[in-house]
């Protein structure tokens, strides 16, 4: 989760070939029962598709690894359907060519609108961006807060197991000292980022149990404080 995931590989089959036309557009309405569980499918494969050749930093998997875990925790936490299926596309305007007008075409404005408040479009170093992502996030509140949260914790979760592959990365390649300090700095704001975002999730929704469950993750995470790679 890149705190947010590797780009497409030079493989990746085009836009007009992953996604397909002769999908029906979704409409903007919650869906319940059957037509939940079918739209949960179709984006599952959807975003299967979009992350194609895209592949998970902490251990190698396939991306679609990640939104398949979000989605997981916001369904157990009682999230709707709707919130479960932004789950599952959260990522697909940041990191593939789907626009955001495609994602409401395709599931509807609701999902969309999720997607949009989960998603980082500004420019401006790591924490200005991350700053910006916040109070979006903290302005849309609701179940844009509940995305953002099981976005986080399934990223802080994947903390360690990508600190210690870019550690061995940065070991085997014999990277000079200063490009690994700069690496455990950038991994530090990375963990400062998730600590900031916590505040935030307490104060929109501090009795969530997706925002407790962040608050633990945070609390066993190895990489604590200055700890950030090095230990």
Not at 12 to 22: G, I, K, L, T, V
Not at 77 to 104: I, K, M, P, Q, R
Request: contains cysteine; glycine residues 6%; neutral net charge.
């Amino acid at each position: 989760m890149v705190t947010r995931p590797a780009g497409p590989t030079e493989g990746q089959m085009p836009a007009s070939e992953r996604h397909a036309r002769s999908e029906t557009a979704r409409p903007p309405e919650r869906p319940g029962g059957d037509q939940a569980s079918s739209l949960a499918r179709s984006a599952l494969t959807f975003a299967a598709r979009c992350h194609a050749g895209q592949w998970r930093e902490s251990d190698g998997a396939p991306f679609i690894a990640h939104p398949s875990e979000v989605a997981r925790l916001l369904r157990d936490s009682g999230c709707s359907s709707v919130v479960v299926v932004a789950g599952l596309l959260h990522d697909v305007v940041a990191n593939t060519d789907v626009s955001l007008s495609e994602v409401t075409a395709r599931f509807g404005a609701d999902v969309a609108e999720l997607v949009q408040a989960v998603t980082d479009d500004c420019v401006g170093s790591y924490r200005q961006r991350e700053q910006v992502l916040r109070e979006q996030v903290r302005s849309a509140g609701g179940d844009a807060a509940l995305l953002f949260a099981a976005d986080k914790i399934a990223e802080v979760r994947e903390l360690a197991d990508q600190a210690r592959s870019e550690r061995a990365r940065f070991d085997s390649a014999g990277r000079a000292l200063r490009a690994r300090e700069r690496l455990e700095r950038y991994q530090q704001m990375r963990f400062e980022h998730y600590q900031a975002s916590l505040t935030m999730l307490q104060r929109v929704a501090p009795r969530h149990a997706l925002v407790k469950q962040l608050a633990r993750e945070l609390d066993t995470c190895p990489l604590v404080g200055q700890r950030a790679i090095g230990g």
